[in-house]
């Protein structure tokens, strides 16, 4: 009776902090509905010339870019940043089926939705693999594209660990909904400060950004991606060299999450239009610590 006492107790307080975090935090953009209707994709617009489009990784959502370079990119092109599916307010209908090749249907119905005319795609680490398959699925409607410290390939299934939470029956989504709230945002807190080194995780970005991948639905969207992660790297990545539009390959010498060798020169060993940069002391993000070095990669792509 204590345990179940003890977890309508954590339910309940999941559900307010829920709610008060999407008060502090609401969504920003506007949204489209995909070609089907059935999912509606949160994004937020801005600026005007060639439209860039802007992908986040597994830790986060569209404010990946807001507090980083959406400001700067949105004062010379036109500025699209997306919450992917499942992710910040964006929608899934089905968790098990966040594949990179569902995730780049869904996002290629919102963008031509939006009219969006031969953008340039930018994807950060897990959007860096969702950015690729959309590269091979709709290779005519993309003018380049940028992968940010991007995930390319994956050699051996990921060691999903604590993250395989909300994947197991009953008592996964039980506790997600009870204890994931009030215990994750340290864990949270820990995983920006490895992404971010060696330089400091901004207050700001860890508040935002860790508030909203704390909820229920988020993590386990988180959980379904990750799972899924060997077999759409395993099905893409011997495919890179039909790849024909120029790519550019960011990666930080310092980065904790991906290798720059293993992961950023390999990528672009593999590909046909490519060119690569590793900005000296800088890590996974960046573009927050160096977005100077991305604003000068777009305005090459760009011809700008």
Not at 142 to 169: C, E, H, M, N
Not at 256 to 279: F, H, K, S, T, W
């Amino acid at each position: 009776m204590a345990v179940l006492i003890l977890l309508l107790c954590l339910s309940a307080y999941t559900q307010i902090e829920v709610s008060r975090i999407e008060q502090k935090f609401p969504p920003p953009g506007e949204f489209v509905a995909t070609a089907n209707g059935e999912v509606r994709i949160h994004y937020l617009r801005k600026g005007s010339g060639i439209p860039v489009v802007l992908l986040h990784g597994r830790d986060g959502s569209l404010q990946e870019f807001t507090l980083s370079v959406f400001d700067e990119v949105a004062a010379d092109y036109e500025a699209i940043a997306l919450d992917r599916p499942g992710y910040g307010y964006s929608e899934c209908l089905d968790p098990d089926k966040l594949t990179t090749k569902v995730q780049a249907q869904l996002i290629n119905e919102a963008l031509n939705k939006l009219d969006l005319e031969k953008p340039i795609i930018v994807g950060h680490s897990y959007g860096g693999a969702v950015m690729l398959q959309y590269l091979l699925d709709y290779p005519n409607q993309v003018s380049g594209a940028i992968s940010l410290a991007g995930v390319a390939y994956v050699d051996d299934p990921p060691d999903q660990s604590f993250f395989a939470l909300p994947r197991y029956p009953v008592i996964g989504p039980l506790l997600t909904k009870t204890v994931l709230v009030p215990l994750g945002r340290p864990i949270a807190r820990s995983i920006y400060e490895q992404v971010f080194y060696p330089a400091a995780a901004p207050e700001r970005y860890v508040n935002a950004v860790s508030s909203l991948y704390i909820r229920p639905a988020q993590f386990t969207a988180t959980a379904y991606e990750l799972a899924a992660m060997y077999e759409s790297l395993s099905k893409i990545s011997p495919r890179y060299n039909e790849i024909t539009v120029p790519v550019t390959i960011i990666f930080g010498s310092s980065d904790q999450m991906l290798n720059p060798v293993d992961d950023g020169r390999r990528l672009y060993e593999a590909l046909p239009d490519a060119r690569i940069i590793i900005v000296d002391d800088a890590g996974h993000k960046v573009h927050h610590t160096h977005p100077d070095v991305v604003m000068d990669a777009l305005k090459q792509l760009a011809g700008t």
